[in-house]
């Protein structure tokens, strides 16, 4: 079975953004995240981008064709040790228009010098954010289960770029935590709400609304958890409350003095005893006339402090 993971990243892999904007976003996130500028001596430079997932490279493939035209070769590398694999590389080597290419990629900038963090120019509107973060996520996402501890991050190769990103999540009123983990930087984000809410800015629209399904479903048991909780509670101090004031009128019978007290005393003290279970409300429904909870209080406190005046006196 797919892991969410799999599954969100699937979803993204067929998204494609309408905007030309959009795409140049996403693109430069993805090329930031699993791309290598290198150069090689005479044989000129190198644009090298490494995914493991087969349908991120093949989405990184059509957003270079459909935003540029320039020659690359896809190559499927397995790995051996220490991770096993397939991964799927995509080269871009020199050629005529290249450092242009990499210049609007927000690879390079305009002196020609590495762009270390996907450039504000190409992050500007809204919706270049979104797609921004929809390419960090391919490229280096993790998110748990629905029904799991809630947990989703992406990691950096370095704290500045984990920043940036992190500037972005804030525009979108999202706050992820940060730290370092293994030599990478990570941004990260623990509660449910967050985590549904970025999955909807990324467009992974099938696990946002899984999120969505799953808080529902565990509000909806934590407040019958709470309910059951307050009934029992509930219950216990009925139970500990009767069988106190069963105690008091034993302790007036025994004493001599219960059918000395005031008939609506006794009535009340009759009642408890024949109905353990019954709560005060029911007991003032069951005099004649019927009379309020707060009554029915009134009396049991007068008994118990002729009981209290009892023991005092003895």
């Not at 005479?42 to 493939?61: D, F, N, P």
Request: proline fraction near 5%; charged fraction near 25%.
């Amino acid at each position: 079975m797919s892991s969410p993971v799999h599954k969100v990243k699937d979803e993204l892999s067929h998204l494609q953004p309408s905007r030309r904007c959009c795409k140049l976003a996403e693109l430069s996130a993805l090329a930031h995240m699993d791309g290598t500028y290198t150069i090689r001596g005479h044989m000129g430079h190198l644009l090298v981008t490494e995914s493991s997932s087969a349908s991120t490279a093949r989405k990184l493939y059509t957003l270079v064709h459909s935003l540029f035209n320039v020659e690359t070769s896809v190559v499927k590398v397995s790995r051996s040790s220490p991770r096993r694999g397939n991964v799927y590389r995509i080269e871009i080597p020199d050629q005529p228009g290249f450092h242009q290419f990499l210049n609007e990629l927000g690879v390079l900038d305009s002196s020609l010098s590495p762009e270390p963090v996907v450039p504000r120019r190409l992050t500007r509107n809204d919706c270049c954010a979104a797609a921004a973060l929809r390419g960090a996520f391919l490229g280096g996402g993790y998110v748990s289960e629905p029904f799991g501890p809630a947990d989703l991050e992406i990691s950096f190769s370095t704290k500045e770029a984990c920043q940036a990103f992190g500037e972005l999540f804030g525009r979108r009123s999202l706050e992820p935590g940060m730290r370092s983990r293994r030599n990478q930087w990570v941004l990260y984000l623990k509660k449910r709400q967050d985590i549904s809410a970025f999955l909807a800015i990324i467009g992974a629209y099938s696990m946002h609304l899984a999120w969505e399904s799953q808080t529902i479903l565990n509000s909806t048991k934590n407040e019958v958890n709470r309910l059951v909780n307050c009934d029992s509670a509930n219950a216990r101090r009925l139970a500990e409350a009767s069988l106190r004031q069963r105690e008091m009128v034993e302790r007036l019978t025994e004493a001599g003095i219960l059918d000395d007290l005031d008939p609506l005393l006794q009535g009340v003290a009759r009642l408890r005893i024949s109905y353990p279970q019954a709560s005060l409300a029911e007991l003032g429904g069951f005099m004649d006339p019927p009379v309020s909870k707060a009554v029915i209080q009134g009396r049991m406190r007068r008994m118990e402090e002729l009981l209290a005046q009892i023991d005092y006196g003895s």
